[in-house]
T-cell receptor
Framework: EAQVTQNPRYLITVTGKKLTVTCSQN?????MSWYRQDPGLGLRQIYY???????DKGDVPEGYKVSRKEKRNFPLILESPSPNQTSLYFC????????????FGPGTRLTVL | GDSVTQMEGPVTLSEEAFLTINCTYT??????LFWYVQYPGEGLQLLLK?????DKGSNKGFEATYRKETTSFHLEKGSVQVSDSAVYFC???????????FGQGTELSVKP
């Protein structure tokens, strides 16, 4: 089944403890992206990647890192999480770019205490 | 910078009513425009898109026309169903190609 998977789905952590949210797609897509969703703010793009080893900042990259060492995986790294990073995070992928249909993962709900 | 503004929700309609959700944008150049839908507890799904002026995107009875003169991409449906209850997001892709800007979302609730 074609899908985007994220792990973990739920995470409660404390300020400053490094964490990684994994994202994997099995559709051989070139484009991948991370978003965060907050009430009243809609979705905001954190980082995106047009292909392996190519990453770019979205609208809200501060406090996040990403890597794209292989096509299927695009992990989101929070080196030193803070409470303002408490949010619902979505990973997404599409075949080449945003004009192709973008498929979203199920989301990761992160709480930073 | 580029931005998207949607009408505020929540919007509550009766089944079979006509739906309009307004979306206007600010962008340089010629952006591509999208509507995404998020059903309760799920991720987003692409509903429809338009990549150039005067294009009409359509899917599942929903339509939106890319109007460059009014910088708008309003979502319409002639007769809504209870199953259309969801949050709808307007979005644009600017000249950079990989960057996607979302509106704040409009929650739609359809009552039987």
């Amino acid at each position: 089944e074609a899908q985007v998977t994220q792990n973990p789905r739920y995470l409660i952590t404390v300020t400053g403890k490094k964490l990684t949210v994994t994202c994997s797609q099995n559709m051989n897509h070139e484009y991948m992206s991370w978003y965060r969703q907050d009430p009243g703010l809609g979705l905001r793009q954190i980082y995106y990647s047009m292909n392996v080893e190519v990453t770019d900042k979205g609208d809200v990259p501060e406090g996040y890192k990403v890597s794209r060492k292989e096509k299927r995986n695009f992990p989101l790294i929070l080196e030193s999480p803070s409470p303002n990073q408490t949010s619902l995070y979505f990973c997404a992928s599409s075949l080449r770019d945003l004009t192709d249909t973008q498929y979203f993962g199920p989301g990761t709900r992160l709480t930073v205490l | 910078g580029d931005s998207v503004t949607q009408m505020e929700g929540p919007v509550t309609l009766s089944e079979e009513a006509f739906l309009t959700i307004n979306c206007t944008y600010t962008a340089t150049g010629y952006p591509s425009l999208f509507w995404y839908v998020q059903y309760p507890g799920e991720g987003l799904q692409l509903l429809l898109k338009a990549t150039k002026a005067d294009d009409k995107g359509s899917n599942k009875g929903f339509e939106a026309t890319y109007r460059k003169e009014t910088t708008s991409f309003h979502l319409e449906k002639g007769s809504v169903q209870v199953s259309d209850s969801a949050v709808y997001f307007c979005a644009l892709m600017g000249n950079q190609g990989g960057k996607l800007i979302f509106g704040q979302g409009t929650e739609l609730s359809v009552k039987p």
